[in-house]
């Protein structure tokens, strides 16, 4: 029987659920354990799952990911928490230097099956750090995989999927929407695959790529544009690494035209790559230049600045039809 | 005039609070500052401040009952006027915007919204029913696109020569030069007046005194077939005088006798002769240029079409393998189809197939001529009124029978040069009969 | 046995990640991880102990401090009396041992797999040796130290001292020294060559351990690039 949960709901569901059936996963970070998370995603896993498998550390990242990895070496599925994704620099170093290169380095003898989760993504008025979008900067990385859900029913499919990945996989949860809507969520395990996108809604005269919280302010935008007679395809990349292309290349061999929304800086943010491929692979299909629509290249803006930043309804419906209309 | 108050957000990423003790009551006056409620949030207790002064008309809330941030929970009238509003009842509103308290929304910092709002299921694995369309659309580049649109060519509905059928530029240039043909539109330079301009012009002639004459089909004709010609063909003119007092004096020496043959032997059939000749040796002047193939093709036939003037306008009737006949037959063909024109019993077939043509204004009096080419042939000669004129011959000055010859080719694929040659070798055969004999 | 890890002291958090699953597991296997005196200055160094500590991660911490991080002598690398006494800050035991005496580090070693075997968590044990020779090829150590100071220690060489305590106890003799050298050289010399003589990269090698399955991605490009290699300059 299916529930309606929101997406911290969701995900804390998969986390019950999986460590159910795999004794091997544990889950810690800071204030996960006995608090639940600060968002009260890892609420009453410890209750049930014990200390052992369920607790607290020091106020440690880069520690908290290289324990992880000596843990996935040592044959457990940790699964930590960055408890802002703005907070897993200092364990930048571990995650590019051994999370990703390790089965690299080990030529397979090791891998490490672990999960990086954390809250990201702007919207809630808060300051920088609990605010930015930084998948760019790992996605780039070889060995790393980077997975941004856009509702309840996919997060919870997606970290299952992340989860029983042999490869590290981060999982980023954007913040904005932990709480903004529910959906109908089947009890028991299921997978959504992660390197596959979706197609939300189908259209003919634009395709636009967005991920994360950005998917209804486009769904919104979608709406706008309607009267005006556009037809709009939505993908949802989902997968940030490895890029889903056959996805948007396809739509735009029909459509034409491609904007991609992100609420990340401009400048070598994933839009960048997208449009890359799209140029690629389907270069004599092109009637407008492919467009991003994304945050400045700018630290994130303090709580009033904010909708300033990230890209509104009225902001990408403008520019659908720019581009529509080129 | 009432305020209402929301419960305001006091940071901490606090989102509701408990009434602990409301500190005012229905229809107290407070100033603007003093404390209306203690509040309980997750982090502290504390007092909230009315941002007016005024009334208070009415309390929305009980103690110990949930606020949420936005929430209003006071009235206030600012006007300070007694109002007789005494609150029937405290709404409850906590029952409408309950929302899931279970998730006790902590964020340590920021404000994350909470909503019960329910969005449609997930179609996950649903097959994609739609049918993939397959919209015919061109391929091109960028560049090849722009073109397209500024030349006002639809790039979808041209077939492409590049690799795997995209359109390239050239295919788009081909196409709209097409549709201009077919349009017509196409201005030489700027001082030839636009159609638009031309019509407006037109618009400005009095009508009194003007007279409209219909065109007719063979003019319409005529006037297509010389556009499409001049406008195609870069059209350049050889001319050239000769010295045809010895083929005069033979002419003179047989028309009588022929006559009687009921043969009319005029300058024509020799220059025919001649004519083919040279086309013999230069076959480029027999020749259409294939531009979509980018191919001269050479042709090993003479159909000599000979441009003749009736009343109904110009008509070219072609003389078939023109090489096979004799002088004698020419002139008899010459003569027939003449006339046949002229009397409007020419058939179509034989206004068709020339591969060179040659016309005769001089039999109306003309002297000098810039032919237009019978398109899609490559040259025509043009043929002026044979007169007599003083030349200078061994350093004197004695009479001679002059024949002008106007020779347009296609500069395309005939340089100045060949042209020059081409008259030479027709001087060389007419100014001397006899090499007829020989070389023709 | 992990492979080399570059950035200096990273690894210490692997292995109390290492430890702490033998704990969660209930196995009592111990890990050992080897830092130098530079290593110790990282903040990933503090960040492993202390969490070694706090989850009573059977890891033993051996610190190989040879006096110099490069050019860096130990005086600079920090004010502390010795690296062993960082233990205390961490809650755990810390031992000052002689790095070139093999007898005292077993001892210590020992004492301190059994302690990590008995669920009392880890230790740390500075191993206090000198670096003879230079840093690497391109280093040239008398720019920053004494040659005085380097003749000092070579008579401390543990190896030397080995021997020496071999030959006294009549357990070696100076043909069996000649004997293992040259067979030891060999062994190495022939491992060196085995190595140097095989051939060049498997292309494949270098994109097929990046994930499990390859990406789209990943196979594009390996085939691009092998259409390239045998289609020779198209």
């Known amino acids: ?326 | ?440 | 046995m992990l492979p080399v890890s570059v950035p200096i002291a990273s690894q210490l958090q692997h292995a109390t990640g290492i430890g702490m699953a033998n704990n969660i597991k209930g196995e009592k296997n111990v890990v050992m991880t080897y830092v130098g005196d530079g290593g110790t200055s990282h903040g990933d160094f503090h960040e492993a102990l202390n969490f070694a500590a706090v989850f009573n991660a059977p890891v033993i911490f051996i610190i190989q401090n040879n006096q110099y991080a490069i050019s860096t002598p130990r005086k600079v690398q920090t004010k502390s009396k010795n690296l062993a006494v960082k233990a205390i800050a961490y809650g755990l035991p810390g031992i000052l041992v002689d790095g070139n005496d093999l007898f005292a580090m077993y001892n210590a070693s020992k004492a301190a797999v059994e302690r990590a075997r008995n669920g009392e968590g880890p230790t740390l044990i500075e191993a206090f040796t000198y670096r003879l020779g230079a840093h690497t090829t391109s280093d040239d150590p008398t720019k920053y130290r004494e040659d005085k100071e380097v003749e000092e220690w070579k008579k401390k060489d543990p190896i030397l001292r080995l021997e020496l305590f071999l030959k006294n106890k009549g357990l070696i003799d100076d043909k069996w020294v000649e004997n293992t050298k040259a067979e030891l050289e060999k062994d190495v010399t022939a491992t060196f060559e085995e190595i140097e003589g095989k051939s060049d990269t498997e292309i494949d090698d270098i994109f097929k351990f990046t994930y499990e399955k390859m990406t789209p991605q990943l196979e594009e490009q390996l085939s691009e690039y092998k259409a390239f290699l045998e289609g020779g300059n198209k």
């Open chain 2, 1 to 440: 005039m009432r305020f209402e108050f929301q419960f305001p957000d006091i940071g901490e990423g606090i989102h509701e609070g408990i009434i602990t003790k409301w500190l005012v009551n229905v229809g107290d006056m407070i100033k603007e500052g003093d404390s209306v409620a203690e509040v309980e949030t997750d982090k502290v207790t504390t007092e909230i401040p009315s941002p007016k002064t005024g009334k208070i008309v009415e309390l929305r809330a009980n103690n110990g009952d949930t606020i949420h941030v936005g929430d209003v929970f006071v009235v206030i009238d600012t006007e300070g006027n007694a109002e007789d509003v005494s609150p029937e009842e405290i709404k409850d509103t906590l029952n409408e915007k309950k929302e899931i308290v279970e998730e006790e929304n902590a964020g340590v910092v920021g404000e994350v919204i909470a909503s019960s709002e329910v969005i449609a299921p997930s179609d996950e694995n649903k097959e994609n029913n739609e049918d993939k369309k397959d919209v015919k659309k061109a391929l091109a580049t960028p560049v090849a696109r722009k073109l397209a649109k500024d030349l006002g060519v639809d790039i979808n509905q041209i077939v492409g020569s590049g690799p795997n059928g995209r359109v390239m530029k050239e295919d788009i240039i081909k196409a709209s030069e097409k549709l201009q043909v077919g349009k017509q539109e196409i201005t030489l330079d700027e001082t030839i007046k636009t159609a638009s301009q031309a019509q407006e012009e037109k618009l400005l002639i009095e009508d009194e005194k003007i007279e409209r004459i219909p065109l007719t089909k063979i003019r319409k004709t005529i006037a297509e077939k010389m556009t499409q010609s001049r406008f195609t063909i870069p059209h350049t003119t050889a001319m050239d005088e000769l010295d045809v007092t010895e083929l005069y004096e033979l002419r003179k020496r047989y028309k009588d006798s022929l006559r009687e043959e009921e043969i009319n032997l005029t300058f024509m059939p020799f220059i025919i002769k001649a004519t083919i000749a040279v086309l013999k040796q230069m076959p480029e002047f027999n020749s259409t240029l294939d531009e979509e193939n980018d191919e001269l093709i050479l042709k090993k036939f003479y159909h000599i079409g000979i441009a003749t003037d009736t009343d109904r306008g110009l008509m070219v009737p072609v003389i078939k393998d023109a090489d096979r006949l004799s002088i004698v037959e020419l002139a008899k063909k010459v003569d027939e189809i003449s006339n046949k024109a002229k009397n409007n019993q020419i058939e179509l077939k034989d206004l068709k197939g020339s591969s060179f043509t040659i016309t005769n204004y001089g039999s109306i009096g003309g002297y000098y001529g810039i032919p237009i080419i019978n398109y899609p042939e490559s040259a025509i000669l043009g043929v002026g009124r044979i007169v007599q004129k003083p030349i200078i011959k061994n350093d004197e000055i004695v009479k001679a029978w002059i024949l002008p010859l106007s020779l347009s080719y296609d500069h395309r694929i005939i340089d100045g040069a060949s042209g020059a040659r081409f008259l030479n070798m027709m001087k060389e055969l007419l100014e001397n009969p006899e090499m007829l004999l020989l070389k023709a």
């Open chain 1, 1 to 326: 029987m299916p529930n309606t949960l929101n997406m911290v709901q969701a995900i804390n569901q998969a986390l019950m659920e999986e460590m159910n059936s795999d004794e091997t996963i544990v889950v810690y970070g800071e204030d996960v354990g006995v608090e639940g998370g600060v968002f009260r995603v890892t609420a009453d896993l410890q209750k049930k799952y014990g200390e052992k498998r369920v607790f607290d550390t020091p106020l440690a990242e880069s520690a908290i990911v290289g324990t992880a990895v000596g843990m996935a070496i040592n044959g457990l599925r940790p699964i930590v928490e960055m408890q802002f994704s703005g907070f897993s620099y200092p364990a930048f170093n571990q995650i590019i230097s051994h999370v990703a290169r390790m089965r690299n380095r080990s030529r397979g003898k090791y891998n490490l099956p672990m999960v990086i989760r954390a809250p990201y993504g702007g919207g809630i008025r808060a300051l920088e750090h609990h605010s930015e979008s930084t998948e760019a900067l790992y996605a780039q990385i070889p060995g790393l995989k980077v997975v941004i859900p856009s509702t309840p029913y996919d997060a919870k499919g997606l970290l299952i999927s992340a989860i029983r990945d042999n490869d590290p996989v981060l999982f980023w949860e954007p913040k904005r929407i932990y709480r903004a809507f529910k959906q109908e969520v089947p009890e028991g395990t299921y997978e959504i695959p992660i390197g596959k996108a979706k197609i939300i809604q189908s259209g003919e005269d634009i395709t636009v790529v967005s991920w994360g919280a950005m998917v209804r302010d486009v769904q919104k935008a979608i709406e706008m544009v309607k009267v005006k007679d556009i037809s709009v395809e939505l993908i949802d990349l989902r997968t940030i690494a490895p890029i889903d292309r056959e996805s948007f290349v396809e739509s735009v061999k029909k459509t034409g035209r491609i904007l991609v929304v992100h609420e990340a800086p401009k400048t070598l943010g994933v839009g960048a790559e997208i449009i890359s491929i799209v140029n690629e692979k389907a270069f004599l299909y092109l009637e407008a230049p492919p467009t991003r629509l994304t945050g400045f290249d700018t630290t994130f803006p303090l709580p009033r600045g904010e909708q300033h930043y990230i890209p509104t309804p009225e902001r990408i419906a403008k520019t659908i039809e720019d581009v529509v209309r080129y």
